[in-house]
């Protein structure tokens, strides 16, 4: 059985994780409107993943005893001076997010709550994933400059979405 503190926390991160979602999806509705359609593919990539983190929490918060709560979702920011911006952002925010993640694992720890720490190492392991991939791109973009920005962008459209758009089904 959740702790309320540890559930009230998880709650916060079901909501952080939307938030990521969201982010990621204004970043890709950036790169539609400069049509670059495979920094947006990534992009709506990510946004998916973030949905999938938030329901492994809304999961777990349900078997555990615990109630979810949705709270509110901040608006997130809708224009970049330049693609590596928003790469550099991307990156920023896993950074954070990172942060976070082992502020639950340091709650859990401090509860002595061995199922959330289990529970949550997977988080630990992705996080690591989580910011290699975007500081990746960053450092593929500085490498490409301009000229190499169309490359890049193509290579990026190749990522698969773990779910289909409705245009590729
Ligand atoms: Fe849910 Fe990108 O971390």
Not at 44 to 73: P, S
Not at 96 to 109: F, R
């Amino acid at each position: 059985m959740l702790s309320e503190r540890m559930q009230n926390a998880i709650n916060k991160q079901i909501n952080a994780e939307l938030y990521s979602s969201y982010l990621y999806l204004s970043m890709a509705s950036y790169f539609e409107s400069i049509d670059l359609a495979g920094c947006a593919k990534w992009m709506y990539a990510q946004t998916q993943e973030e949905i999938v983190h938030a329901m492994k929490m809304y999961d777990y918060v349900n078997e555990a005893g615990g109630r979810v709560i949705l709270d509110t979702i901040e608006k997130p920011q809708e224009s970049w001076d330049s693609p590596l911006a928003v790469f550099e952002h991307a990156y920023k925010h896993e950074q954070l997010v990172t942060g976070l993640i082992n502020d639950l694992m340091n709650l859990a720890i401090e509860e002595k709550d061995h199922a959330t720490q289990i529970f949550l190492q997977w988080f630990v392991s992705e996080q690591v994933e989580e910011e290699a991939s975007a500081s990746g791109v960053v450092n593929r973009l500085k490498l490409a400059g301009e000229q190499g920005l169309f490359m890049v962008d193509k290579e990026l459209g190749q990522r698969q979405l773990p779910i289909p758009m409705p245009q590729e089904k």
